[in-house]
C-alpha cells in the first residue's frame, strides 16, 4: 500500500485546526481523512476506521490526549504524532515517554506536519508482505525478538514494542558488541533532522530496557558508554 493510501485521523476539539489539517492533508495527496472533535468520537471512530496514523491534540475537553492516548494503545500499536499548543519539555517528554512517535507545537508550518507524518509512515510501514516473511526472530538473553510483528516473547507473554524501539533495537543488534553512537540511534530514527533528539532518545533506551532486561535499573543487555552511545552485550 502505497504511503498517500494510509488512513489519517486527526483529534482536536478547534474545527479551524482539523480544517486546516484536512486541508494540507487533501493538497498533499492523501484521501482517507478522519476528523473528530472529542475523546468519545474520536475512540468509536478509531474502532470502527481503523487509522493507520493518528494526529492527536492534548488539549481535549474532558479527557486529555494522553489519556485517550493510552486507550488507543491498549487496543492497537498504531503511530500517534501529538500536537499542543504547548511548547513545554515536560509535556513533549512525557508524550514520548508514553510511546508516542512524534511531537509538534502549533502553530506548526503545513511543509513540516507533512514531512513528519511522512516519515513516521514511511518508518512503520515500510516493510512489505514479502520483506515480512522473510525476517526472522533474534534473541536477547531469555528475550526472544520478534521484528515482523513487533513483539518481545517472553515464555508465553508477548510485549508489544513501538516502530521506534524496534528500529533502535535492531540498529543495535545488527552492531552487537559494539558501541553505537548517539547520533547514530538519532539518526536512524529520525533521519538528517534528528538534532535535539539525545533527550528523547534517552526516552526510548528506557523502555526497551523495561522489555528486555529482567533488572531494568540493573541492565545486563542494553549498556551505556558513557558519552558515546549505547552497546548491546553479547552472550
Request: charged residues 30%; contains cysteine.
Amino acid at each position: 500500500m502505497e504511503v498517500y493510501e494510509r488512513k489519517i485521523m486527526a483529534v482536536d476539539d478547534n474545527k479551524e485546526i482539523l480544517n486546516l489539517i484536512e486541508g494540507i492533508l487533501t493538497d498533499s495527496g492523501y484521501s482517507h481523512i478522519i476528523l473528530a472533535e472529542h475523546a468519545g468520537q474520536a475512540m468509536k471512530l478509531f474502532l470502527k476506521e481503523q487509522p493507520d496514523l493518528i494526529i492527536l491534540d492534548i488539549m481535549l475537553p474532558g479527557e486529555d490526549g494522553f489519556s485517550l492516548f493510552q486507550r488507543i494503545r491498549k487496543k492497537a500499536n498504531v503511530p500517534i504524532l501529538f500536537l499542543s499548543a504547548k511548547d513545554e519539555d515536560e509535556d513533549r517528554l512525557f508524550g514520548l515517554g508514553l510511546g508516542a512517535d512524534d511531537y509538534m507545537t502549533k502553530p506548526f508550518l503545513p511543509e513540516e506536519l507533512v514531512l513528519r507524518i511522512r516519515a513516521i509512515l514511511k518508518r512503520t510501514y515500510h516493510t512489505t508482505e514479502e520483506e515480512a516473511e522473510r525476517e526472522t526472530s533474534y534473541r536477547i538473553g531469555e528475550r526472544e525478538i520478534m521484528p515482523e510483528r513487533a513483539v518481545v516473547r517472553w515464555g508465553t507473554k508477548e510485549i508489544p514494542m513501538t516502530a521506534k524501539e524496534l528500529m533502535l533495537l535492531n540498529k543495535l543488534y545488527q552492531n552487537r558488541g559494539r558501541i553505537v553512537t548517539f547520533d547514530a540511534l538519532c539518526s536512524t530514527v529520525w533521519g538528517d533532522s534528528y538534532y535535539g533528539y539525545e533527550n528523547t532518545l534517552m526516552v526510548h533506551i528506557r523502555h526497551l530496557r523495561e522489555k528486555i532486561e529482567e533488572d531494568p535499573s540493573h541492565p545486563r543487555w542494553l549498556l551505556t558508554a558513557r558519552g558515546m552511545g549505547y552497546r548491546l552485550a553479547k552472550e
